[in-house]
């Protein structure tokens, strides 16, 4: 018994994934760091909470593309600097139910991508230059590691 509330202690007070938006918002993060998680992503869920999201962090700065297909709610897309700044966002973007499926490919270079639930960005004032205060995510953000 007393292993299960030293497990249950330990486990609530594990810092959480998450972002802060500007209004102060907290999304809690759920990640998605390796090759395997990145293509799972969200696919397959019927719901995403108003105060969840996903995030996707890559190894190097670059144009990631991402896709709907097998996703059942629509998201808002945020694609990220290593500094945690919105680079690039794609609002309600829709599920795909059949094949091909449309790929967002973003303008801008990004190290990151933040999905939330598609209705999130435009009411908590998120656009290409707002700064996202992201904490508990390894790696990120990548200007606070360098020391910059």
């Known amino acids: 018994m007393l292993t299960l509330i030293l497990a249950a202690t330990l486990a609530a007070t594990e810092p959480v994934p998450a972002c802060t938006l500007p209004d102060g918002t907290r999304i809690q993060l759920e990640l998605a760091l390796t090759d395997q998680e990145r293509a799972m992503g969200l696919m397959y869920r019927d719901h995403l909470a108003p105060d969840h999201g996903m995030f996707f962090l890559f190894d190097k700065d670059d144009r990631y593309p991402f896709w709907m297909k097998n996703t059942f709610i629509p998201l808002d897309i945020a694609w990220l600097a290593g500094d945690g700044r919105i680079v690039e966002l794609r609002t309600n973007v829709q599920p795909c ?13 990004a190290r990151a991508v933040v999905e939330i639930p598609a209705g999130t960005a435009a ?26």
């Open 97 to 109: 139910h059949g094949d091909p499926c449309t790929s967002y490919v973003p303008t801008a270079i």
């Open 123 to 148: 009411p908590h004032g998120l656009r290409p230059g707002t700064p996202l205060r992201c904490e508990h995510i390894p790696g990120f953000p990548v200007a606070a590691q360098q020391g910059k």
